[in-house]
């Protein structure tokens, strides 16, 4: 009786096991927007084939497949970790035979189940599975984390690929206009109205405009094979997605003042910061784990079966204790490891707080002068198309050099590029603060 009572008090005592210290406290929920701010924020474009890239990219990208499996992987490892906390049943069989000179040969089988389990007296193995949830978890806001840079680099490049294709249209139009030009002052070369030396100068003016195309065209081949890899799909069908493409509409603008006031608190939830939360989870519970090898382990240990030939039944139940004694300070190096290890994680988690902060307040900041920029530009735009159109009139009539028509045609061709390039420039401006916000919708 005593030896039952023995069994069932170790028994209590692992059920309500003293840990070391209490499970971390719970981390912020993924997926939760920022100051009321939409998950699906790139829909704000209004652009089809943009929504249709986007959502190719979530279900084929081959780096997310690959964050699927080191998730997979950290489910598994969690799942071996909790195990442990749990008895393990094995079947058994032995053979014995032995031969002395009076008795002579004897043989004897026994087969049966066995069963260990280790008492998780001091909560080494539960801090164990805290860790391994924290990992898995983790490894799961890393999955989220390049889902948010996932979908930031589809929009970029996709926006890339536009500018490309406007600047390749802006150049063409150039080249037209100025080879019209160029036809007018051959008929005045012939009439005897303008020079030779005009002619050739427009001809070498339109050659070098054309000259700019092929470096639009390329730029916009580059950007194209970059959304097939980011899609992993066959560039035909990248193709029939850009040919329903239209110009992305420029997205109202959430409240800045608020967005800049923003607490670095209030970014737990970006996927990355969240990760390295976790990971400082992690590490306390490993901390935890390594104090506990300090103490006393113990396991149970149970033995039930039948001899063969007599049927006879057999059993035995036992207890081991094992206590470090003499370890030439092998736990206290592993302790003071875990703790360094603990401190790491609590200085990546804080200096990934203050990035996050540092990163959204810059993309705010850039965004407002990228808008001032783009107004500007639209404005000059608008005067260097008049001036080149007062230009062209007065050239026809006689009334201003050719050199006045060709400064107010290159005013206006660079503005144009200029003004193409500013708006683009304005929408991966609005693409980089949702990536510093970290907003993509769950999985």
Not at 34 to 61: C, H, K, M, S, Y
Not at 243 to 252: E, F, G, H, N, Y
Request: aromatic share 6%.
């Amino acid at each position: 009786m005593k030896r039952i009572a023995w069994v069932v008090g170790c028994l209590v005592l692992s059920i309500g096991g003293c840990a070391i210290s209490p499970a971390p406290p719970a981390s912020p929920a993924e997926g939760v927007a920022i100051q009321g701010l939409p998950l699906r924020w790139w829909e704000g474009f209004q652009d089809p084939a943009l929504d249709r890239l986007v959502t190719l990219a979530l279900d084929n990208n081959l780096d997310l497949k690959s964050a699927i499996q080191r998730i997979r992987e950290q489910r598994a490892l969690r799942r071996q970790s909790s195990s442990a906390l749990f008895p393990i049943l094995r079947g058994t069989g032995s053979a014995e035979a032995s031969h002395n000179a009076s008795d002579g040969a004897d043989q004897s089988y026994l087969y049966g189940v066995d069963l260990t389990w280790e008492i998780d007296l001091f909560g080494r193995l539960r801090a164990q599975t805290r860790a391994a949830e924290a990992n898995m978890q983790a490894t799961a806001a890393d999955y989220q984390a390049l889902r948010v840079s996932l979908v930031a680099d589809v929009i970029s490049t996709y926006l890339r690929y536009r500018l490309a294709r406007e600047e390749e249209t802006i150049a063409q139009q150039a080249a037209d206009n100025q080879q019209q030009t160029a036809n007018i002052t051959r008929i005045r070369f012939k009439g005897g109205t303008a020079s030779g030396f005009d002619v050739e100068r427009l001809e070498a003016q339109v050659n070098i405009t054309r000259a700019t195309i092929p470096a639009a065209r390329e730029q916009a081949e580059s950007s194209r094979y970059g959304l097939a890899y980011l899609l992993n799909r066959d560039q035909t069908e990248i193709d029939s997605i850009l040919a329903q493409a239209v110009t992305p509409k420029q997205p109202l603008m959430p409240d800045v003042t608020a967005l800049m006031a923003l607490p670095a608190t209030s970014l737990r939830n970006r996927p990355d910061v969240y990760a390295t939360e976790l990971r400082l989870q992690a590490s306390t519970a490993e901390l935890d784990a390594a104090k506990a090898l300090r103490y006393p382990q113990l396991t149970l240990g149970a033995l039930v079966g039948f001899e063969q030939g007599s049927g006879t039944p057999a059993w035995s139940i036992s207890g081991q204790v094992f206590q470090p004694l003499v370890n030439f300070g092998q736990i206290r190096a592993a302790i003071e490891a875990s703790d360094a290890r603990q401190q790491q994680a609590w200085l990546t988690y804080q200096a990934a707080l203050l990035q996050a902060l540092r990163e959204v307040r810059s993309a705010l900041a850039s965004y407002g002068q990228g808008m001032e920029r783009q107004q500007l530009l639209a404005l000059a735009t608008h005067s260097a198309a008049n001036a080149r159109a007062l230009a062209r009139r007065q050239y026809e009539a006689g009334t201003v050099s050719l050199i006045e028509v060709l400064d107010a045609e290159r005013v206006y061709f660079d503005a144009r590029l200029d003004q193409v390039q500013a708006t683009t420039d304005v929408l991966l401006k609005w693409t980089e603060i949702f990536r510093t916000l970290g907003l993509s919708p769950p999985a």
